[in-house]
């Protein structure tokens, strides 16, 4: 019996100390298995100053996400670092410190504007500043069209106090985030809440105008990214232009989805051509190095019609060289494609483009002779007759016209041509009414959202 | 006239037009320089934030760049010389107008920011001849050959902006602060 109560104190023991080994194995493999997110080390002893190394450092452990997506980037192969782009003179206005400088004489700003861009890249961000891209695209949120986000959009009309943040609401989240707005600097040189970040046409508080990010998207600004028809969907889709849904659905887009993972996408500017790729995408034909022609950040160069305005006309002055714009398009097509094709596609664009003009044209004669009757209401969203107009021209209309310049026939024909012959007969019939009546019908007689 | 005397004239004459010469070079030469330059006391900013910057004589390892390599036109002589005369006679009625203090430059710039030229490309370019020289770093590579092949309109000092002065504003803004404290 005590020999076996001897083994069994041993056996005790034994069992005791690898019960004791195995929970502290168990501790040791928690180890194993750190939190990437937060402790990410990065420790690089090339090709940078003193300064940019600590902005590196520092910001891998802060800020992994942007560390991460920068050091597979072409700029950081380039050399071109946190402090290239981030760092501004003491007399900036948009000069503040991070708790990393603070003390020292390095000043920077979280807001990086083309001009910075422009150091290392010129002839892009000029050509882009001719574009609509640049001043155009922010002009209406920050002059023309302030009055629809604030007072109508914010609800001003409705009882909201006039002063009150909400009424930016739908700027911050809608405008504001394709269009651009105005960088407003709070007292620590910082943007406030409200004003930053912004879209494709933000203006700096350096005088710079438009934002680079949109399509190279930060901070690993991808030359293959903006080639991607998605880069342009973000904006260009939806019920007004829907871009990325005519070229889902034309011939070129249809290729794409088929073939586009296969696609070389990283060939250097300008040699980017067809065998690259089997179809074109938005930035082929509106930007790229194609055939003879060289690259544009100018998306507005190769275009002949405004297809956008209230009425279509050929490009002038700062909105383009519309002759030019079609002899540089056509140029472009002729890569893939016969002349008679070629001459075909635009005589359809062309023969849309007056139809619609023709619709626009007896539709706003309309409008004018019932206003100089008295018989159109102050307040246009509040009067069928002119939201009819409005749909006619800024949804349907444009979807005609944009339906047909990249061969989306869906949207050319089922949301464009066919909804504009109705939204036309609507509005001729109101007109006869007022003008047979000579007053105004007492409630709008379209549905607040008009015709999808 | 006799020979002796012509031969006479013609030496005397050589040697005083030399020396002339000699010491309108020299004079040339010197008053392009910052010590000249900054007898006028509202230049002294100007002289003090040069001395620190990359093209001063602080021990950064660059040659140093006289105040007239940077702030007159280097296209040709006689250009070089009008011009000299113009901004000298200028800045001297300026100098006597008691113009030229911080105050005023920085309203000035706040004004315009895209003013006239602060600094002459053909003065940058008579000592920065290759701009794509072995060993450049890639994103200046990138940007100098858009300037070298005719690409864009930018000048050297749309991007170096702080190689004459570093960052005036600021130095002009604290002798601001300065000027105020001792009031």
């Known amino acids: 019996m005590r020999v076996c109560g001897l083994f069994r104190c041993v056996f005790l023991i034994v069992l005791a100390t690898?019960?004791?080994?195995?929970?502290?194995?168990?501790?040791?493999?928690?180890?194993?298995?750190?939190?990437?997110?937060?402790?990410?080390?990065?420790?690089?002893?090339?090709?940078?100053?003193?300064?940019?190394l600590q902005c590196i450092q520092c910001h891998a452990q802060k800020t992994p996400g942007i560390v991460e997506d920068w050091k597979s980037s072409s700029m950081a192969r380039a050399g071109v670092s946190c402090y290239d782009c981030h760092v501004v003179p003491k007399s900036s206005p948009m000069a503040s410190q991070c708790k990393g400088v603070k003390g020292s004489n390095i000043f920077t700003s979280p807001m990086v504007s083309?001009?910075?861009?422009?150091?290392?890249?010129?002839?892009?961000?000029?050509?882009?500043?001719?574009?609509?891209?640049?001043?155009?695209?922010?002009?209406?949120?920050?002059?023309?069209?302030?009055?629809?986000?604030?007072?109508?959009?914010?609800?001003?009309?409705?009882?909201?106090?006039?002063?009150?943040?909400?009424?930016?609401?739908?700027?911050?989240?809608?405008?504001?985030?394709?269009?651009?707005?105005?960088?407003?600097?709070?007292?620590?040189?910082?943007?406030?809440?409200?004003?930053?970040?912004?879209?494709i046409g933000h203006r700096y508080p350096d005088g710079g105008i438009g934002n680079c990010t949109v399509c190279h998207n930060r901070h690993a600004f991808s030359i293959a990214q903006a080639r991607k028809p998605e880069a342009c969907g973000k904006c260009h889709l939806g019920p007004d232009h829907p871009n990325m849904e005519i070229y889902y659905e034309s011939a070129h887009g249809q290729k794409y989805l088929t073939e586009g993972e296969k696609w070389n996408w990283e060939a250097a500017p300008d040699a980017w051509e067809p065998g690259d790729y089997t179809a074109p995408t938005c930035a082929t034909c509106h930007m790229s190095g194609i055939g003879d022609l060289s690259t544009t950040h100018n998306v507005t160069e190769r275009l002949k019609w405004d297809l956008v305005h209230k009425k279509s006309v050929v490009r002038s002055g700062q909105r383009g060289d519309g002759i030019r714009g079609r002899k540089l398009m056509r140029k472009v097509c002729l890569n893939c494609h016969s002349s008679i094709f070629v001459e075909a596609h635009f005589n359809k664009l062309d023969n849309s483009v007056a139809l619609y003009n023709f619709y626009w044209e007896k539709t706003a004669a309309m409008l004018s002779q019932l206003k100089a009757k008295g018989l159109l209401k102050k307040d246009k969203w509040n009067d069928g007759i002119q939201e009819l107009a409005y749909y006619l021209w800024h949804h349907n209309g444009r979807r005609a016209r944009q339906g047909a310049a990249m061969a989306g026939p869906d949207y050319a024909h089922w949301h464009g041509f066919f909804q504009m012959f109705q939204i036309y007969k609507d509005i001729q019939a109101i007109y006869n009414y007022r003008l047979k009546n000579g007053k105004i019908e007492d409630l709008s007689t379209v549905m607040s959202t008009g015709p999808y | 006239?006799?020979?002796?005397?012509?031969?006479?004239?013609?030496?005397?004459?050589?040697?005083?037009?030399?020396?002339?010469?000699?010491?309108?070079?020299?004079?040339v030469i010197s008053t392009g320089r910052a010590n000249f330059c900054s007898s006028c006391h509202e230049m002294e900013i100007f002289r003090d934030t040069w001395r620190a910057g990359g093209h001063g004589p602080a021990d950064k390892g660059v040659i140093k760049a006289q105040c007239a390599q940077c702030h007159l036109p280097h296209d040709n002589l006689v250009v070089y010389l009008i011009s000299k005369f113009k901004f000298g006679l200028h800045d001297y009625l300026a100098h006597l107008r008691g113009k030229g203090k911080p105050q005023q430059w920085l309203v000035k710039w706040e004004q315009d920011q895209e003013q006239a030229p602060k600094a002459y490309e053909s003065g940058c370019r008579e000592c920065h001849q290759q701009l794509i020289a072995p060993g450049i770093p890639l994103k200046a590579f990138t940007a100098h050959r858009?300037?070298?092949?005719?690409?864009?309109?930018?000048?050297?000092i749309s991007c170096h902006q702080s190689v004459g002065h570093g960052d005036i504003i600021t130095a002009m803004k604290e002798t601001l602060k300065k000027q105020a404290i001792f009031k």
């Open chain 1, 114 to 199: 083309p001009k910075t861009c422009a150091r290392c890249h010129p002839s892009e961000v000029e050509q882009f500043e001719k574009s609509a891209h640049a001043a155009l695209a922010s002009q209406p949120v920050v002059k023309g069209l302030v009055k629809l986000w604030r007072n109508l959009e914010g609800g001003v009309f409705a009882g909201m106090d006039p002063q009150s943040p909400l009424t930016t609401a739908p700027r911050q989240s809608g405008c504001q985030a394709c269009h651009g707005s105005q960088v407003k600097l709070g007292p620590d040189h910082r943007p406030t809440k409200d004003s930053w970040p912004g879209g």
């Open chain 1, 18 to 52: 690898f019960l004791c080994f195995s929970g502290a194995l168990a501790q040791s493999k928690k180890v194993l298995y750190p939190d990437l997110a937060k402790t990410k080390e990065l420790i690089i002893t090339r090709g940078y100053s003193k300064a940019a």
């Open chain 2, 146 to 156: 858009q300037y070298e092949l005719g690409l864009t309109q930018k000048t050297c």
């Open chain 2, 1 to 27: 006239m006799n020979k002796a005397n012509l031969i006479l004239g013609l030496v005397i004459g050589i040697i005083f037009t030399t020396i002339i010469s000699l010491v309108t070079a020299s004079k």
